[in-house]
């Protein structure tokens, strides 16, 4: 299964020697640390299954001494192993440049790739291949542009939902998010599962 995640490096390299000036990018705009960090816990990942997408790559790994849990069991523990290193290389490149970010910017930047992930990762299995990125990348742009927006308005106008974020400690609130991202990404990765054990290619 090791080799699995390999292939990805492997077949990455050269996006790979790109992820420092792509994350450089956003560090040098003074992009909030959470933006920062799922922005770059994304990048290989989400370049994996787009890659994986053009190539139908399915039919060659089946062909490989792997089971399909196995081969769906690479997928999501490599993308945890690659929002870990990337979540590490972009706390380092911020601390060179000065910029200031706490663990809560860690763990919010690490939640909302888990978030992102256990939704995403099931549709490059459910919809027809082709669609998938364009569609995904459509929506993280939608999602940054107007998702600020909708927080604000729901903060300004839920009044019980303010009073429960500011009487709830933070320690509570930083846990629960934390376990729900968990939760979310486990169900994801046994959802895609499968329906990864009942797809024909």
Do not use: C
Request: charged share 10%; proline share 3%.
């Amino acid at each position: 299964m090791l080799n699995l995640i390999r292939r990805d490096v492997i077949l990455q390299k050269k996006l790979i020697l790109l992820f420092v000036p792509f994350a450089l990018f956003f560090i040098l705009l003074d992009a909030h640390p959470i933006l920062t960090f799922f922005i770059a816990s994304i990048y290989v990942p989400f370049n994996a299954y787009a890659y994986d997408e053009k190539s139908d790559v399915n039919i060659l790994l089946n062909s490989l001494p792997y089971t399909r849990k196995e081969i769906i069991a690479a997928r999501y523990l490599g993308a945890l192993f690659f929002m870990a290193a990337a979540i590490g290389l972009s706390s380092i490149a911020m601390l060179l440049f000065s910029k200031d970010f706490s663990a809560i910017d860690v763990g919010m930047g690490a939640g909302a790739f888990l978030l992102f992930g256990a939704v995403t990762f099931p549709l490059f299995y459910i919809l027809k291949q082709g669609y998938i990125t364009a569609s995904l990348m459509f929506l993280i742009v939608i999602g940054a542009g107007i998702g600020p927006f909708i927080v604000r308005m729901a903060g300004e106008n839920l009044t019980a939902i303010t009073n429960f974020f500011t009487q709830t400690s933070d320690t509570i609130l930083y846990s629960g998010a934390a376990i729900i991202a968990v939760v979310f990404y486990t169900m994801s990765w046994i959802f895609t599962t499968f329906i990864y054990q009942r797809k024909a290619f």
